[in-house]
């Protein structure tokens, strides 16, 4: 049974930093790329980045680039965000997701997913 539970969340003032983990078990990790989604009250699902199963491929939204960085450890089975220079609009519950088949961006490509940690970003 795969399992992905992310940690790591809370609530932090603008300008901070959080770093959320993402534990995966049940699947052959280092055969997927690992994505992270967020989802903001009242708003879709939006792709916040994605890395490679062998983690040489890195790419992110638009909207986190130069602040977020997305990382993994394949012998520890975690994949991480590092989120700096937090804003308001960076309030969300934020997944983990597994992709078996490839580097993509979209929600409805994603394998497994987790049931998600809430960052809240006060202003």
């Known amino acids: 049974q795969v399992q992905l539970v992310e940690s790591g969340g809370g609530l932090v003032q603008a300008g901070g930093s959080l770093r959320l983990s993402c534990a995966a078990s049940?699947?052959?990790?280092?055969?997927?790329?690992m994505d992270w989604f967020r989802q903001a009250p009242g708003k879709a699902r939006e792709f916040v980045a994605v890395i490679s199963n062998s983690g040489g491929r890195l790419l992110y939204a638009d909207s986190v680039k130069g602040r977020f960085t997305i990382s993994r450890d394949n012998a520890k089975n975690m994949v991480y965000l590092e989120m700096n220079s937090l804003k308001f609009e960076d309030t969300a519950v934020y997944y983990c997701?597994?992709?078996?088949?490839?580097?993509?961006?979209?929600?409805?490509?994603?394998?497994?997913w987790g049931k998600g940690t809430l960052v809240t970003v006060s202003s």
């Open positions: 049940g699947l052959t990790f280092n055969s997927y790329a």
């Open positions: 997701a597994a992709d078996r088949y490839g580097f993509n961006t979209r929600a409805n490509d994603m394998d497994y």
